[in-house]
């Protein structure tokens, strides 16, 4: 029986989504071959929003920001959607009516709008990939749709759920535009703007164009019979409890969903103790998912022996979403089983005086691990020394790497140990993690800042006579503290840690990051969020001359503060004497393409990096199914050695069973660093 998703007559929009590394490009991919063969007169585009883009890794070809058709496939197209690009045509395209907007709210006192105008606007480059995927099937007189079905592969759940925020980001925007634009509508002859308005110009007709184009994305998203959200998962711990924070979410969003795929669930094959030990361990996790998703339809797909790329290899996979393959058993392919000359692993190369040191890469490949592993590594090499292992990742995945309650506060990870290998009495008292809430703090920060602005203009319009003007300003420094841009959160989740290193609270500091993309935005963030910060000062400063007011000054002094550390945050990302980047991948190619891609990144951005670690890799075995997984593995590392020569390539065995505690992570820590 087909899903909805494959066999809902009025379906416009499918969204895939979930954790890092579940396979969501590669459901999304085969779902689009399935709509385009259940829909011959249909036509089909599949669009990635993922900011570290793998749709053309998928497919075998290059995709870019321009529809391009698949072959074979007449009715299928794709695109990877390149936002900052959008957005500056957009601002060129509307560059009169921002003019005229800068000009009418040019009045004395008011934030300068010129700048917040002019501004990255935050959130509009991620909005614009929503206008862009709502601009693709949208049919009036004079523009035929250009799709009747769009796939949407998305980036991880964290920066997916913060892309669904955008609808209602984007009405705060626009509120900020209607205060600097009402003031002047109600007293046009007070400011000399050299403008006149006219109820319904060109800037109204702006306005009101964007509000709508916002709208209308708000009801695609929510419009049940036209989309549907499939999150992907597969059968481990950290992919279930993520999975469930995001279908509570997109019930809060009121975004449908039906159906959750299960990817790379194993069959049995034959006698191979280790396939055995994998399957055991996955059942138990599929007896978990059976139980807390029991209400949406499970399809599970399987681990293929070789990577599914290509359109042939998306054909089988298709096949399955199909329910043409009834077994999710698949034959190994013996031709894969030959294995290439790789050279020998090494041990990492961690130079002993950095003490900041930041584990980054695709999502799903086991990032936490390695960084929880390496927190066990240190805390155990040197007892004398304080080891802090954290995280910023919207979705926190210490805890369960641990086994144990973290949260946000400084936890010591020697409690609530019962595994027999540890001295019970001093099992690793130097060992501490933190998981930061970096959006509590976030909103925190918004909040206070909203209060203390409502505070102060209260009381100055309490000393003043006319108060008209004031309502205006207020409401635009009010709601100005919602745009903040992408990388203020990850601002006050390392506030935190400066402060513990300014303490010298620790000697080691581990920073599990959020997968590639928002790991970008993190290195990239600093010039952005210094931009927000100066704007929001100054715009305080002006009124500081009028209010003589203690938490007005306080709030300005908060904000250069921040300022001042986003500075140092830089400083200290950059410096190859305080920090480094381990970046972590698996042997796969979108993996290899992924890695190679940050890698060219963090150099460009000047962030120090020489160890890669290839994790899960398939250890040697006379199982069929094991030699041909390991035999186009070691090819992918062959690739990324090759591609890499100056890096220092790391291996890293799949284990039997999930890392998953301090024993667990104990023997990798072992096992990758002797």
Same mark, same amino acid.
């Not at 979705?395 to 001295?423: C, R, V, W, Y």
């Given at each position: 029986?087909?899903?909805?998703?494959?066999?809902?007559?009025?379906?416009?929009?499918?969204?895939?989504?979930?954790?890092?590394?579940?396979?969501?490009?590669?459901?999304?991919?085969?779902?689009?071959?399935?709509?385009?063969?259940?829909?011959?007169?249909?036509?089909?585009?599949?669009?990635?929003? /993922?900011?570290?883009?793998?749709?053309? *890794?998928?497919?075998?070809?290059?995709?870019?920001?321009?529809?391009?058709?698949?072959?074979?496939?007449?009715?299928?197209?794709?695109?990877?959607?390149?936002?900052?690009?959008?957005?500056?045509?957009?601002?060129?395209?509307?560059?009169?009516?921002?003019?005229? =907007?800068?000009?009418?709210?040019?009045?004395?006192?008011?934030?300068?709008?010129?700048?917040?105008?002019?501004?990255?606007?935050?959130?509009?480059?991620? %909005?614009m990939?929503?206008?862009?995927?709502?601009?693709?099937?949208?049919?009036?007189?004079?523009?035929? #749709?250009?799709?009747?079905? =769009?796939?949407?592969d998305?980036?991880?759940?964290?920066?997916?759920?913060?892309?669904?925020?955008?609808?209602? %980001?984007?009405?705060?925007?626009? *509120?900020?535009?209607?205060q600097?634009?009402?003031?002047?509508?109600?007293?046009?002859?007070?400011?000399?703007?050299?403008?006149?308005?006219?109820?319904?110009?060109?800037?109204?007709?702006?306005?009101e164009?964007?509000r709508?184009?916002?709208?209308?994305v708000?009801?695609?998203?929510?419009?049940?019979?036209?989309?549907?959200?499939?999150?992907?998962?597969?059968?481990?711990v950290?992919?279930?409890?993520?999975?469930?924070?995001?279908?509570?979410?997109?019930?809060?969003?009121?975004?449908?969903?039906?159906?959750?795929?299960?990817?790379?669930?194993?069959?049995?094959?034959?006698?191979?103790?280790?396939?055995?030990?994998?399957?055991?361990?996955?059942?138990?996790?599929?007896?978990?998912?059976?139980?807390?998703?029991?209400g949406?339809n499970?399809?599970?797909?399987?681990?293929?022996?070789?990577?599914?790329?290509?359109?042939?290899?998306?054909?089988?996979?298709?096949?399955?979403l %199909?329910?043409?393959?009834?077994?999710?058993?698949?034959?190994?392919?013996?031709?894969?089983?030959?294995?290439?000359?790789?050279?020998?692993?090494?041990?990492?190369?961690?130079?002993?005086?950095?003490?900041?040191?930041?584990?980054?890469?695709?999502?799903g490949?086991?990032?936490?691990?390695?960084?929880?592993?390496?927190?066990?590594?240190?805390?155990?090499?040197?007892? /004398?020394?304080?080891?802090?292992?954290?995280?910023v990742?919207?979705?926190?995945?210490?805890?369960?790497?641990?086994?144990?309650?973290?949260? *946000?506060?400084?936890?010591? =990870?020697?409690?609530?140990? #019962?595994?027999?290998?540890?001295?019970?009495?001093?099992? %690793?008292?130097?060992?501490?993690?933190?998981?930061?809430?970096?959006?509590?703090?976030?909103?925190?920060?918004?909040?206070?800042?909203?209060?203390?602005?409502?505070?102060?203009?209260?009381?100055?319009?309490?000393?003043?006579?006319?108060?008209?003007?004031?309502?205006? /300003?207020?409401?635009?420094?009010?709601?100005?503290?919602?745009?903040?841009?992408?990388?203020?959160?990850?601002?006050?989740?390392?506030?935190?840690?400066?402060?513990?290193?300014?303490?010298?609270?620790?000697?080691?500091?581990?920073?599990?990051?959020?997968?590639?993309?928002?790991?970008?935005?993190l290195?990239?963030?600093?010039?952005?969020?210094?931009?927000?910060?100066?704007?929001?000062?100054?715009?305080?400063?002006?009124?500081?001359?009028?209010?003589?007011?203690?938490?007005?000054?306080?709030?300005?002094?908060?904000?250069?503060?921040?300022?001042?550390?986003?500075?140092?945050?830089?400083?200290?990302?950059?410096?190859?004497?305080?920090?480094?980047?381990?970046?972590?991948?698996?042997?796969?190619?979108?993996?290899?393409?992924?890695?190679?891609?940050?890698?060219?990144?963090?150099?460009?951005?000047?962030?120090?990096?020489?160890?890669?670690?290839?994790?899960?890799?398939?250890?040697?075995?006379?199982?069929?199914?094991?030699?041909?997984k390991?035999?186009?593995?070691?090819?992918?590392?062959?690739?990324?050695?090759?591609?890499?020569?100056?890096?220092?390539?790391?291996?890293?065995?799949?284990?039997?069973?999930?890392?998953?505690?301090?024993?667990d992570?104990?023997?990798?820590?072992?096992?990758?660093?002797?």
């Amino acid at each position: 029986m087909l899903p909805s998703f494959l066999s809902n007559e009025n379906l416009k929009l499918v969204i895939f989504g979930g954790k890092g590394g579940t396979g969501k490009t590669t459901s999304a991919a085969a779902s689009a071959l399935c709509l385009a063969k259940l829909n011959p007169s249909k036509k089909i585009l599949l669009i990635s929003s /993922d900011p570290a883009h793998s749709v053309g *890794d998928s497919l075998g070809r290059h995709i870019g920001p321009h529809k391009v058709s698949v072959d074979g496939i007449p009715n299928l197209e794709a695109l990877e959607i390149e936002p900052v690009p959008l957005l500056e045509v957009f601002k060129k395209k509307h560059q009169k009516e921002i003019n005229e =907007i800068i000009k009418r709210a040019g009045f004395y006192g008011q934030i300068n709008v010129k700048e917040f105008l002019s501004f990255s606007l935050p959130g509009m480059d991620d %909005m614009m990939i929503f206008l862009h995927v709502a601009d693709k099937y949208k049919y009036t007189w004079y523009q035929p #749709q250009e799709a009747d079905i =769009i796939v949407l592969d998305t980036a991880p759940t964290g920066h997916t759920l913060r892309l669904l925020d955008m609808p209602q %980001m984007m009405d705060e925007w626009m *509120d900020v535009v209607d205060q600097s634009l009402l003031k002047y509508k109600i007293h046009p002859r007070l400011y000399r703007s050299g403008s006149k308005y006219h109820e319904g110009d060109r800037v109204d007709q702006m306005v009101e164009k964007m509000r709508a184009d916002f709208k209308s994305v708000k009801e695609m998203l929510t419009h049940r019979e036209q989309t549907e959200f499939v999150p992907v998962l597969i059968p481990e711990v950290m992919a279930i409890e993520e999975t469930g924070d995001l279908l509570r979410a997109l019930k809060d969003k009121q975004i449908q969903v039906n159906n959750i795929v299960i990817n790379r669930v194993r069959g049995s094959n034959g006698t191979c103790p280790f396939c055995a030990s994998k399957i055991a361990d996955q059942s138990e996790s599929i007896r978990e998912i059976e139980k807390a998703f029991e209400g949406y339809n499970l399809i599970k797909t399987p681990l293929f022996p070789y990577e599914v790329q290509g359109i042939s290899s998306l054909g089988k996979y298709a096949d399955v979403l %199909m329910d043409k393959i009834q077994t999710i058993e698949v034959e190994a392919n013996t031709n894969e089983s030959g294995v290439s000359q790789v050279p020998a692993t090494s041990r990492p190369s961690i130079d002993p005086d950095v003490k900041f040191v930041m584990f980054g890469g695709k999502g799903g490949v086991g990032k936490t691990s390695m960084a929880a592993a390496m927190a066990v590594h240190l805390a155990k090499t040197y007892p /004398d020394q304080k080891v802090l292992i954290y995280s910023v990742d919207p979705a926190h995945s210490l805890a369960d790497s641990f086994a144990m309650e973290i949260g *946000d506060k400084l936890t010591p =990870i020697h409690q609530n140990l #019962q595994s027999s290998i540890f001295n019970l009495q001093s099992p %690793m008292p130097n060992l501490f993690a933190m998981e930061i809430d970096s959006g509590h703090l976030l909103h925190d920060f918004i909040e206070d800042y909203r209060a203390i602005i409502r505070d102060a203009f209260d009381t100055w319009e309490s000393m003043r006579e006319t108060i008209t003007e004031l309502r205006f /300003d207020r409401n635009v420094m009010a709601v100005f503290a919602r745009t903040v841009p992408p990388g203020m959160n990850e601002v006050f989740a390392l506030e935190k840690i400066t402060e513990f290193i300014n303490e010298k609270k620790f000697d080691w500091y581990i920073l599990d990051t959020a997968p590639t993309g928002h790991l970008l935005v993190l290195l990239e963030f600093p010039n952005l969020v210094r931009d927000w910060l100066s704007r929001a000062y100054r715009s305080l400063v002006k009124y500081q001359v009028q209010i003589a007011l203690t938490n007005l000054k306080e709030l300005g002094n908060r904000i250069l503060k921040s300022t001042q550390l986003v500075n140092k945050i830089h400083d200290m990302l950059t410096n190859p004497e305080a920090s480094q980047l381990v970046t972590v991948t698996i042997p796969e190619a979108m993996g290899v393409e992924e890695t190679t891609r940050l890698i060219a990144s963090v150099k460009r951005l000047g962030v120090p990096c020489s160890n890669i670690f290839v994790n899960m890799v398939t250890p040697p075995s006379g199982c069929a199914f094991c030699s041909s997984k390991r035999g186009g593995e070691q090819r992918y590392i062959q690739k990324l050695s090759q591609k890499n020569p100056e890096y220092n390539i790391v291996q890293v065995p799949l284990f039997p069973n999930q890392i998953v505690g301090v024993e667990d992570l104990t023997r990798l820590s072992e096992m990758v660093y002797g």
